[in-house]
């Protein structure tokens, strides 16, 4: 992975509503505390020179990959895995994971996935490892998993019969 | 105008499978874990990414937000499409380009030149360019923004979905209509 050039992504909005951004480099290096001390007075000079409302900034590092590539045999980004995570399944967060279409689905039920699978159990366990929050800041706890194709209503098999 | 910071941080991967289709998966962490140290993390996570899914990933992007909690509201007849466009000088002797949307019309000349003698143009200006100690802001390969070279109005293309009500031609051709 390549590092790219820091960026602060100002969105502004219009009288009709329309959404609108102006982005901003900054120089290698800079802490995000930095960047966010900079970012809010240059918001406020922003603010003076438009007739556009300032609503929101993100301040973005990027890391590319070296050189376009694709995925491997039998990757599929329509097949999904979804973890809800939190509580339960009504009070939480679900994450998608883009799955193989082999391997990590169970054979006799392909709408569960193997979470014997080690590659399944390692990114579970990484997940879980308390660096990653959910968006209240807490600490996600996987509770269940599915396999599911692109459309959230059909499973795997239904998927693959085309409904 | 207050911004509240986001107490999350969003990490988004963006990969492709073997036909070349993308995807994107994405996690959050907190704020205030040290760079440095989330960037082995996610690092980790994006080798385990790559060993669930057979996906390619082409590229990790962080993302820190901060809210407008009380945002102004936009002024009347405020366009996205008019930009004033600012271009610097930088110190590799190339120029870059910074578009403001929606530039105030009292900051425009008849000539469609930016009056670059009103405080809040020079205030903003000053603000990119580099100070004798300090060079902030950069233009897309990491250099210095070092003069501004010439600052006028632009309307970027408009269509006609862009338009608010008020302003889709309806044909009359009335004078003041």
């Known amino acids: 992975m390549i590092d790219t050039q820091p960026y602060t992504l100002f969105h502004l909005v219009d009288e009709s509503g329309s959404a609108a951004g102006l982005r901003v480099f900054f120089r290698r290096g800079e802490t995000v505390n930095s960047a966010e001390v900079a970012a809010k007075s240059f918001a406020a000079s922003l603010g003076a020179l438009t007739s556009l409302a300032v609503v929101k900034f993100d301040i973005v590092f990027r890391s590319v990959a070296e050189k376009d590539t694709i995925g491997q045999l039998g990757s599929d980004t329509n097949r999904r895995i979804l973890l809800f995570v939190g509580e339960d399944e009504i009070n939480g967060d679900i994450v998608e994971i883009p799955v193989m279409e082999s391997g990590l689905l169970q054979n006799d039920c392909i709408e569960m996935p193997d979470v014997n699978n080690p590659a399944f159990v390692a990114i579970v366990a990484d997940i879980e490892t308390g660096f990653y929050k959910m968006n209240d800041g807490a600490t996600p706890l996987i509770v269940e998993s599915i396999a599911t194709g692109r459309n959230y209503g059909a499973t795997v098999s239904e998927w693959v019969a085309g409904i | ?177």
């Open chain 2, 1 to 177: 105008m207050p911004f509240v910071d986001s107490p999350v941080a969003t990490v988004t991967w963006a990969m492709v499978d073997e036909t070349g289709s993308p995807t994107t998966f994405q996690l959050n962490f907190g704020r205030d874990e040290a760079m440095p140290g989330a960037l082995i993390k996610i690092a980790n996570t994006t080798q385990l990414l790559e060993d669930l899914t057979g996906c390619a990933i082409l590229s990790t992007t962080i993302s820190y937000s901060s809210i407008q909690t009380d945002p102004p509201s936009a002024q009347p007849v405020s366009r996205r499409e008019k930009k004033g466009v600012f271009v610097f000088r930088t110190a590799a002797g190339k120029s870059a380009q910074c578009a403001v949307p929606g530039i105030k019309a009292e900051f425009v000349k008849k000539s469609g030149q930016i009056d670059e003698d009103i405080p809040a143009v020079v205030t903003f200006v000053e603000g990119l360019v580099a100070g004798p100690t300090s060079s902030f802001y950069t233009d897309s390969n990491g250099s210095a923004l070092v003069s501004l070279s010439k600052a006028y109005e632009r309307f970027a293309r408009t269509t006609k979905a862009a338009l608010p009500s008020l302003r889709i031609p309806d044909g009359d051709t009335t004078v003041g209509n």
